[in-house]
């Protein structure tokens, strides 16, 4: 039986662990129905992880024993930057969500010169990325940052940046990809300004697309790590 998997701030060292956010016990009072006796994995978002047991339930506070203890390894040898233009509301939390389950992280909204939606929820978002973290058995909780202007984005460094776009380049299936930190850029609803992607030509980065077809922003973000992080299995 799978156990349900929480990320908490606590010290994880300790044989007990006393829980009091809000959201999490009513979550396993009140949403999971959980009783003393049952077991959960409890993560600190730096890879540890422990078996917990819940021996004391109250209305504010939960109390667990550790049973068992060990590094999470399920995270991608290859680490992806996901630099992605803000998206309408549902579309860029659908990416935010996927790309953290696929093991991506970094994500970076950027605001580009096309870019029709300029507010983020960024509570909402870190809550998607932590709960698709929990379910997903991330090791660590993906970073989300501020919107960045594309022109301050571009001094972000990975080892290699691959631009989306569809108006030339090597496909990225035929790219020979073999360094660990990788930037991924993806565009909005309207696609890349023509000056957005000179800059990105200046500044090093490889132009690429996914194949002859267009897809929408979100389908491409996706896609495109899914792909890298693949690549590094």
Same mark, same amino acid.
């Given at each position: 039986?799978?156990?349900?998997? &929480? &990320?908490?701030?606590?010290?994880?060292?300790?044989?007990? /662990?006393?829980?009091?956010?809000?959201?999490?016990?009513? #979550?396993?009072?009140?949403? $999971?129905?959980?009783?003393?006796?049952?077991? /959960?994995?409890?993560?600190?978002?730096?890879?540890?992880?422990?078996?917990?047991?819940?021996?004391?339930?109250?209305?504010?506070?939960?109390? &667990?024993?550790?049973?068992?203890?060990?590094?999470? #390894?399920? !995270?991608?040898?290859?680490?992806?930057?996901?630099?992605?233009?803000?998206?309408?509301?549902?579309?860029?939390?659908?990416?935010? #969500?996927?790309?953290?389950?696929?093991?991506?992280?970094?994500?970076?909204?950027?605001?580009?010169?096309?870019? @029709?939606?300029?507010?983020?929820?960024?509570?909402?978002?870190?809550? @998607?990325?932590? !709960?698709?973290?929990?379910?997903?058995?991330?090791?660590? @909780?993906?970073? $989300?940052?501020?919107?960045?202007?594309?022109?301050?984005?571009?001094?972000?460094?990975?080892?290699?940046?691959? &631009?989306?776009?569809?108006?030339?380049?090597?496909?990225?299936?035929?790219?020979?990809?073999?360094?660990?930190?990788?930037?991924?850029? /993806?565009?909005?609803?309207?696609?890349?300004?023509?000056? !957005?992607?000179?800059?990105?030509?200046?500044?090093?980065?490889? @132009? *690429?697309?996914?194949?002859?077809?267009?897809?929408?922003?979100? *389908?491409?973000?996706?896609?495109?790590?899914?792909?890298?992080?693949?690549?590094?299995?």
């Amino acid at each position: 039986m799978r156990l349900n998997r &929480f &990320f908490i701030q606590s010290d994880l060292s300790t044989e007990f /662990v006393s829980v009091s956010d809000e959201s999490l016990v009513s #979550q396993i009072r009140s949403v $999971l129905r959980m009783e003393v006796g049952d077991f /959960v994995i409890l993560a600190d978002g730096n890879f540890k992880e422990v078996k917990a047991k819940i021996i004391k339930l109250e209305k504010k506070s939960i109390d &667990f024993e550790i049973k068992e203890r060990w590094l999470n #390894q399920n !995270e991608p040898k290859v680490q992806v930057t996901l630099f992605c233009a803000i998206l309408k509301k549902e579309n860029f939390e659908l990416v935010v #969500q996927k790309a953290t389950e696929l093991g991506v992280r970094k994500i970076v909204p950027v605001l580009t010169r096309r870019t @029709i939606k300029l507010g983020l929820n960024l509570e909402r978002l870190r809550k @998607i990325i932590k !709960e698709a973290s929990e379910q997903s058995g991330r090791g660590i @909780i993906p970073d $989300l940052t501020d919107p960045v202007e594309f022109e301050s984005a571009l001094g972000l460094s990975s080892n290699i940046n691959l &631009f989306l776009d569809t108006s030339g380049g090597e496909v990225l299936s035929n790219l020979d990809i073999k360094e660990d930190k990788i930037g991924v850029w /993806v565009g909005p609803e309207g696609g890349w300004d023509l000056e !957005e992607v000179s800059l990105a030509l200046e500044h090093g980065h490889i @132009i *690429t697309s996914l194949g002859r077809l267009i897809l929408r922003a979100e *389908t491409a973000a996706i896609v495109v790590v899914s792909r890298i992080i693949s690549y590094g299995s």
